[in-house]
């Protein structure tokens, strides 16, 4: 069984910044990506960042310049650096990852989610 626990959210000011943290652990043969999702109030979950195994990132149009994903490959560990936040950022973030158990089965899991809300 693969878990992830997620940490870094809270409440900053706009133009502020924070870092979220999501560690992998259990019965990882190999992860092949990790990712951020974000959920607002009223609103669908929806991609955030992602990165390979490789370094190749994704991001959100909405978070281009803002945000950078990286990965700790050695520690099974996603970080997002989130700078310049804004009020719409507010949302549930939650932490992805797909890749391999060591029963050799291919798994996708979720964080639990950290609340990040930006506001004045």
């Known amino acids: 069984q693969v878990q992830l626990v997620e940490s870094g959210g809270g409440l900053v000011q706009p133009g502020g910044s924070l870092r979220l943290s999501c560690a992998a652990s259990?019965?990882?043969?190999?992860?092949?990506?990790m990712g951020w999702y974000r959920q607002a109030p009223g609103k669908q979950r929806e991609l955030v960042a992602a990165?390979?195994?490789?370094?190749?990132?994704n991001y959100a149009e909405s978070v281009k310049g803002r945000f950078t994903i990286s990965r700790d490959n050695a520690k099974n560990t996603v970080y997002l650096q989130m700078n310049s936040l804004k009020p719409e950022d507010t949302a549930v973030y939650y932490c992805?990852?797909?890749?391999?158990?060591?029963?050799?089965?291919?798994?996708?899991?979720w964080g639990q989610g950290t609340l990040v809300t930006v506001s004045a």
């Open positions: 259990g019965s990882i043969f190999s992860i092949n990506a």
């Open positions: 990165i390979t195994s490789g370094g190749i990132t």
């Open positions: 992805n990852a797909k890749g391999v158990n060591s029963d050799y089965r291919r798994f996708e899991v």
